[in-house]
């Protein structure tokens, strides 16, 4: 079964620090993958999507995550951590082929110290 | 880029009583839409897939006359909370989709807050 891991449930990282959130997924084919971004009591924003060809895929407000099909990761990076980035983050895995549902991993509650 | 409108952003209703959310895709046309359930503090739980036209496909432990989902067209669907509980308290996010591998991918709405008293 598909399946996606945020193995970090909370990071706290200082404002201008790097910040590096990890997934990984379960998946037996090519998987589709996402990571969003949640403020409180709002919906969902897409940073960024990977489907194929290039591993390294660039998103909005400075993100960017690398697909590694050796270790079943697609983790999420940014240089430099803004005090606005403070938020929830989504990793999920689509199904391949017609609209397929997504499955979410479990969230990263990110803080950032001033 | 593509929106999706989703209303209302809150609703409290008195047990027993049934409440109606809408979904809008404002500029493409959705051929799936998606329904989720959010407890406070946890992931997102997808309670059922609709599609354009045809019934809906709910989860394994979702209550399909509880939760009646309707997509009467490529732009709006709607999932009606029935005899709704206390326990049906959660914030609800819809998503739509045209094609998982075109540029929309999956653009979700805003969320609403139902609060059952």
């Known amino acids: 079964a598909q399946s996606v891991t945020q193995p970090d449930i909370h990071i706290t990282v200082s404002e201008g620090a790097s910040l590096e959130l990890r997934c990984n997924y379960s998946y037996g084919a090519t998987p589709y993958l996402f990571w969003y971004v949640q403020s409180p009591g709002q919906g969902l924003q897409l940073l960024l999507k990977y489907f194929s060809g290039d591993t390294l895929v660039q998103g909005i407000k400075g993100f960017e995550a690398e697909f590694k099909r050796s270790q079943s990761s697609f983790n999420l990076r940014k240089p430099s951590v803004h005090w606005s980035d403070a938020a929830e983050y989504f990793c999920?895995?689509?199904?391949?082929?017609?609209?397929?549902?997504?499955?979410f991993g479990q969230g990263t509650t990110l803080q950032v110290k001033p | 880029g593509a929106v999706v409108s989703q209303h209302p952003s809150w609703v409290i209703c008195k047990s027993g009583t049934s409440v109606k959310i809408e979904c809008r895709s404002l500029?493409?046309?959705?051929?799936?839409m998606f329904w989720y359930r959010q407890f406070p503090k946890q992931s997102l739980m997808l309670m059922a897939t609709s599609n354009e036209g045809s019934k809906a496909t709910y989860e394994q432990g979702v209550e399909k006359d509880k939760f009646l989902i309707n997509h009467a067209s490529l732009t709006l669907s709607t999932l009606t909370v029935t005899s709704a509980h206390p326990e049906d308290s959660s914030f609800y996010i819809c998503?739509?989709?045209?094609?998982?591998?075109?540029?929309?991918?999956?653009?979700f709405g805003s969320g609403t807050r139902l609060t059952v008293v």
């Open positions: 500029d493409f046309q959705a051929t799936t």
């Open positions: 999920a895995v689509g199904q391949s082929g017609n609209t397929g549902k997504l499955i």
């Open positions: 998503s739509a989709s045209n094609s998982l591998s075109s540029n929309y991918g999956y653009t």
